[in-house]
């Protein structure tokens, strides 16, 4: 059964960096096949790809979030990461990791969720 | 970027009742797209993908039809534990990878 957890701070304050880290059981990020994803949502609000990620690095990022972005992975631990740069109050959301199919691009596996809020 | 369109935003219904949900691509997605249900403090789970195939272990109950730009997910006689919020997304063109906004199925 494939596993994901999300973890990292769950208070930012505006104009820093929020950091995430997925870990993934139960599957090789390096088996090949997916993409690794990161998805948010505001509160009371609706679903927002934020990007995803290969194992091999290479990353597609939502156009509106792309300048303040950045995922990477790390094969070692069988994790990848999330760092979105300059955050204001409107970064406020669940984020949730994901594995999303190469061919198939939809997310079978999600983690939990973590809120994130950010506040001065 | 394509843009997913859900109606209605709120439906009410009885347990026992046929529920059927829509979906519209601004363009069109072929037959990729996929529904997802989301209960309350909860991750989404994936109901459908390829517009019409249930992901593993979802019930009968629920069946998704359509292709190009109009998308309809059924759910044939609506349980207790269907009461959530159901999202579509598409996977034809990317990125972005988008959802629509969400139908929340309440109880009537």
């Known amino acids: 059964q494939v596993q994901l957890q999300e973890s990292g701070p769950g208070l930012v304050k505006p104009s820093q960096t929020l950091s995430l880290t997925c870990t993934v059981s139960?599957?090789?990020?390096?088996?090949?096949?997916?993409?690794w994803s990161w998805i948010r949502q505001h509160p009371g609000k609706g679903l927002e790809w934020i990007g995803n990620?290969?194992?091999?690095?290479?990353?597609y990022y939502s156009p509106s979030l792309k300048s303040r972005l950045t995922m990477s992975v790390d094969t070692s631990e069988n994790q990848f990461s999330l760092k979105l740069a300059s955050v204001t109050a409107a970064d406020t959301a669940v984020y949730y990791c994901?594995?999303?199919?190469?061919?198939?691009?939809?997310?079978?596996?999600w983690g939990q969720g973590t809120l994130v809020t950010v506040s001065s | 970027e394509i843009v997913m369109t859900q109606s209605p935003a709120t439906l009410s219904v009885s347990p026992g009742e046929r529920v059927t949900l829509s979906c519209r691509a601004s363009?069109?997605?072929?037959?990729?797209l996929a529904w997802y249900q989301q209960k309350p403090g909860q991750a989404p789970r994936l109901l459908i993908s390829?517009?019409?195939t249930r992901a593993t272990g979802i019930a009968a109950r629920f069946s998704g039809s359509g292709s190009g730009t109009e998308f309809t997910l059924t759910i044939s006689s609506l349980q207790s534990e269907d009461f959530a919020v159901y999202y579509c997304?598409?996977?034809?063109?990317?990125?972005?990878?988008?959802f629509g906004g969400g139908t929340k199925v309440e109880i009537k």
């Open positions: 390829g517009a019409s």
């Open positions: 994901a594995r999303v199919g190469i061919a198939v691009r939809h997310f079978d596996y």
């Open positions: 139960g599957d090789s990020i390096t088996s090949g096949g997916y993409y």
């Open positions: 990620i290969y194992y091999t690095g290479s990353t």
């Open positions: 997304q598409q996977y034809h063109n990317w990125p972005p990878l988008t």
């Open positions: 363009q069109s997605v072929s037959s990729n």
